[in-house]
């Protein structure tokens, strides 16, 4: 469990003699920034920077000007318009990425920059470049996430813009959400063009949606809300303790139940979406997500042939079988909600919340 973490060098995770996995306190990792630089250190050298450095290495420096050139010639703009007030910024590909220097250090907007265009290339070819806006993603690096006692919620903006908050290490800094939201942002295209019906992370279809691109571009690594913990032993356990939102009323009650419940919301819908996928097939799923009619239930019944109520137990079954081939699948699942407690969330409970 720990595995990928130690491959990356992460300070505060040890595995005790049961092989479970251990964080330091939160508080402790705020505070231990001599852990921090190293880790940020080890990041940058992680194989696939490795990789892109050894091969830019080998480009002759005439092919870079030429490809440079070409850029340039090409700038298509951004979709909507560059803030006023960043002082710093940097394009990737197909992404332009601006910050304060007061705020964000190099190292960190430079980290980052690497893992964005990492996670962009990757969701770029899940979803076809056909469906990848032309126009550049403006992503905003703004600081912390936790201002004035209250918390800021990672977003798109109306402009079709992300907007990102840092917070330390453990939860992976400004990246913890990132893919996630630059699925919302490569749709907003979309709602930018006059789509009325693609209202965009407002609803369960498309936070569904992009929860499910993330998990198959990123995985569950160092990602709000998982953390390193196996999606389905996540899943299992909330349908087990009977602390699985009805997916029918996270449907019909999203803007009551979404974010209120969110160690609930993102998991449970990111996991139907992804067994949807596999039922249906790549080239289907990227169908449904095109699709402009209102997702609620009668849209899965029309477009899977299946009473919604036989969908959601097929769903259920799906992911108790996966955790069943999960040795520790409970353990993690009680490490995971330990973590996410060490970080301030807390699960809604059956009859009080939902
Ligand atoms: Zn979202």
Redesign the pocket.
């Known amino acids: 469990m720990c595995r990928r973490f130690y491959r990356a060098g992460w300070p505060f995770a040890t595995v005790d003699a049961a092989d479970t996995c251990r964080f330091a306190p939160y508080s402790l990792v705020w505070n231990n920034t001599d852990q921090l630089d190293t880790w940020g250190q080890n990041m940058k050298q992680s194989s696939i920077v490795r990789r892109s450095r050894n091969l830019a290495g080998h480009i002759s420096t005439v092919l870079i000007a030429l490809l440079l050139a070409d850029l340039v010639a090409a700038e298509p703009g951004t979709q909507g318009e560059i803030p006023a007030g960043y002082d710093r910024q940097k394009e990737g590909q197909g992404l332009l990425f601006l910050w304060r220097e007061a705020e964000t250090d190099e190292s960190t907007a430079e980290t980052a920059i690497e893992v964005g265009n990492v996670i962009f290339n990757g969701i770029a070819k899940f979803l076809g470049r056909d469906r990848v806006p032309s126009k550049k993603l403006v992503v905003v690096l703004d600081g912390s996430m936790f201002a004035n006692g209250t918390r800021r919620i990672p977003?798109?903006d109306a402009q079709g813009r992300v907007l990102l908050y840092t917070t330390s290490a453990p939860m992976n800094q400004y990246m913890s959400?990132f893919a996630?939201?630059l699925?919302?942002a490569i749709r907003y295209q979309n709602h930018l063009a006059g789509d009325a019906s693609a209202v965009l992370?407002t609803g369960f279809f498309?936070?569904g949606f992009?929860?499910a691109v993330a998990l198959q571009v990123e995985g569950h690594s160092d990602r709000y809300p998982y953390w390193g913990y196996s999606p389905a032993a996540i899943n299992a356990h909330l349908i087990e303790e009977d602390l699985a939102i009805p997916l029918e009323r996270l449907i019909n009650e999203h803007a009551a139940l979404s974010l209120k419940c969110e160690l609930q919301s993102y998991p449970l819908r990111g996991s139907f979406l992804t067994y949807l996928h596999s039922l249906m097939g790549h080239e289907s799923f990227l169908l449904l997500s095109d699709a402009r009619s209102r997702k609620d239930t009668s849209f899965y019944e029309k477009r899977l042939a299946k009473p919604f109520a036989e969908l959601v137990s097929d769903w259920r079954d799906h992911v108790l079988a996966q955790a069943e081939h999960i040795p520790d699948a409970e353990q993690q699942a009680l490490d995971w909600l330990a973590l996410n407690q060490q970080f301030g969330f807390k699960l809604c409970e059956k009859g009080a919340d939902f």
């Open positions: 977003r798109v959400v996630h939201e699925v919302h992370g498309e936070e992009a929860e």
